[in-house]
């Protein structure tokens, strides 16, 4: 049963001009589309990435949702909130052990109802292995299966209505990557003369280049993914990263989510500084949280 508390979607997400001086002398207009605003509980991307998914899994009768992150993974939250709203039972199987207090978010997670369980570090390296699923089958019964950060590739079909919501031309499309199911569903909806770029929030963020081509049934070569952002790894931040956040502020009134997206927006006025990116160009940049 849907819980009587109905959950509010700001859809499309918003689109807003940012006049920001640094982007002047090249001529290079700045939007952002503010999935951020999309609904306070379920950030950002992340609900594009589970609406299909959870209508998969009703579509399938499943009344349980079972995933997989770390102890800070907004996907996690995400999971909890969205099963809260459409009447199903979450489970959580986070990577590492138990510690008490919970932080913020799992214990969000758990207020949602949702079910945590810990498995450690090795046993999580397996965690798409045949043999893991069956056995948590044993333990928790029927479940639809959410991959690590929700991404798959009906997580990849939702992110690409970020394009289909627009109602203007951009040249350039920007949007941080974890897994890259969100830059791989920007590029697949792009027209000819439209390109996505990904900034990496990890380091090494090579290997994204696989993984958005992966999540892809042909091959698109309109997209590409920029790797020295990353400010010294997944969660990790740097005095620099810090003064950009708080001069971003001074300046927009927009606190930018550290983890993913200001290292995205430092990239972009980086690049624009720079002169990487094509002069005059119209940008838009996805506030996913
Ligand atoms: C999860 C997340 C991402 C990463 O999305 P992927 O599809 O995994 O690349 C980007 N931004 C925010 C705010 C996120 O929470």
């Known amino acids: 049963m849907p819980r009587q508390d109905q959950l509010t979607l700001r859809l499309p997400s918003p689109v807003q001009r940012l006049n920001d001086e640094r982007f002047k002398p090249s001529g290079i207009e700045l939007f952002l589309k503010r999935d951020d605003l999309i609904n306070p509980e379920i950030p950002g991307n992340k609900w594009r990435k589970l609406v299909y998914n959870l209508a998969a899994a009703q579509k399938e009768q499943h009344s349980t949702l079972l995933t997989f992150g770390g102890a800070y993974s907004n996907h996690i939250r995400a999971t909890a909130a ?39 570090r090795t046993t999580y390296r397996h965690k798409t292995d045949l043999a893991f699923i069956n056995g948590l089958h044993e333990k928790f019964g029927d479940f639809y299966l959410l991959p690590e950060g929700g991404s798959n590739s009906l997580a990849v079909r939702g992110c690409a209505e970020i394009v289909a919501e627009l109602d203007e031309p951009f040249d350039v499309i920007a949007s941080a990557c974890g897994t890259g199911a969100t ?3 920007i590029a697949s909806a792009l027209s000819p003369h439209q390109r996505a770029l990904g900034f990496s ?20 070569s309109n997209w590409s993914i920029e790797t020295r952002y990353h400010f010294g790894g997944f969660a990790r931040r740097t005095p620099r990263l810090d003064a950009f956040i708080a001069d971003f502020y001074a300046r927009h009134e927009i606190a930018l989510e550290w983890v993913y997206v200001a ?4 990239g972009l006025f980086d690049l624009a500084a720079q002169g990487s990116l094509p002069a005059g160009s119209r940008v838009l940049a996805v506030v996913t949280g």
């Open 201 to 220: 929030a990890l380091k090494g963020g090579t290997f994204l280049n696989d993984a958005v081509s992966a999540f892809h049934d042909r091959s698109l």
């Open 183 to 185: 830059l791989a569903g």
């Open 82 to 120: 969205a099963g809260y709203y459409h009447g199903m039972t979450t489970i959580g199987v986070i990577r590492g052990e138990e510690h008490k207090p919970l932080n913020d978010s799992l214990q969000q997670a758990v207020n949602y109802g949702m079910r945590l369980v810990y498995i450690d």
């Open 263 to 266: 290292k995205m927006m430092y």
